[in-house]
């Protein structure tokens, strides 16, 4: 089955400074990779996704970008606030499946003012 | 839009008891809902998906008999956890996929929180 390792656990950063978030995939099946943020106590939040069709997203300070062929995908959060400090989740979809996601182990981001 | 509901948010039971978790679509149609157990500082590990009007579909390792799960309309998937012990005390989130617009996109419940003594 689909595998998605996510790295790194936590992140530290400075307020301004770019963070990057990576994860890989096993299924080469998969076509659909969002990713979601958890604030503490809160239900997580999709902030972007990228479909297979693409190689990069862009949304405001937030980007993904996608290596098919390497099977890896990446978050980038350029000048970080200390609102973005939250726990992120990457996540694929197995076989291609439209109705089923499994998300990676999740990186604590911490942005310190 | 795209609103899911989950209800309670936290909750305490004796052990051997049985917890009802609701997840409702509150401005949107869910052909089909998520479950998600949530343990502290990890991952969202899938559970079951239930799709309205027909049995859920567990994953491996989840037993079917201990969350039991009901889709019985378009808006609500209940989660029932059936004689409750300590080990199953966990974080457990709903999330829902819409029958519009991008058909990948899941969208979560608040989470509850079930402590069980």
């Known amino acids: 089955g689909e595998n998605v390792e996510q790295h790194p656990s936590t992140l530290s950063v400075q307020e301004g400074d770019s963070a990057v978030i990576k994860c890989t995939y096993s299924?080469?099946?998969?076509?659909?990779f969002p990713w979601y943020k958890q604030e503490l106590g809160k239900r997580p939040q999709l902030i972007i996704d990228i479909r297979s069709n693409v190689g990069e997203k862009k949304d405001q300070r937030i980007a993904v970008t996608l290596n098919k062929t390497a099977k890896h995908f990446s978050l980038h959060i350029t000048e970080t606030q200390p609102e973005d400090s939250a726990v992120y989740f990457c996540?694929?979809?197995?076989?291609?499946?439209?109705?089923?996601?499994?998300f990676g182990t999740g990186t604590l981001l911490a942005v310190q003012p | 839009g795209a609103v899911v509901s989950q209800h309670p948010s936290w909750v305490i039971c004796k052990s051997g008891t049985s917890v009802k978790i609701e997840c409702r679509s509150l401005?949107?149609?869910?052909?089909?809902m998520f479950w998600y157990r949530q343990f502290p500082k990890q991952s969202l590990m899938l559970m079951a998906t239930?799709?309205?009007?027909?049995?859920?579909?567990?994953e491996q390792g989840v037993e079917k008999d201990k969350f039991l799960i009901n889709h019985a309309s378009l808006t609500l998937s209940t989660l029932t956890v059936t004689s409750a012990h300590p080990e199953d005390s966990s974080f457990y989130i709903c999330?829902?996929?819409?029958?519009?617009?991008?058909?990948?996109?899941?969208?979560f419940g608040a989470g509850t929180r079930l402590s069980v003594l």
């Open positions: 239930s799709n309205e009007g027909s049995k859920a579909t567990y």
């Open positions: 401005d949107f149609q869910a052909t089909t």
């Open positions: 996540a694929a979809n197995p076989r291609g499946a439209t109705n089923k996601l499994i």
């Open positions: 299924d080469s099946a998969s076509n659909y």
């Open positions: 999330s829902a996929r819409g029958d519009r617009g991008p058909r990948n996109i899941q969208y």
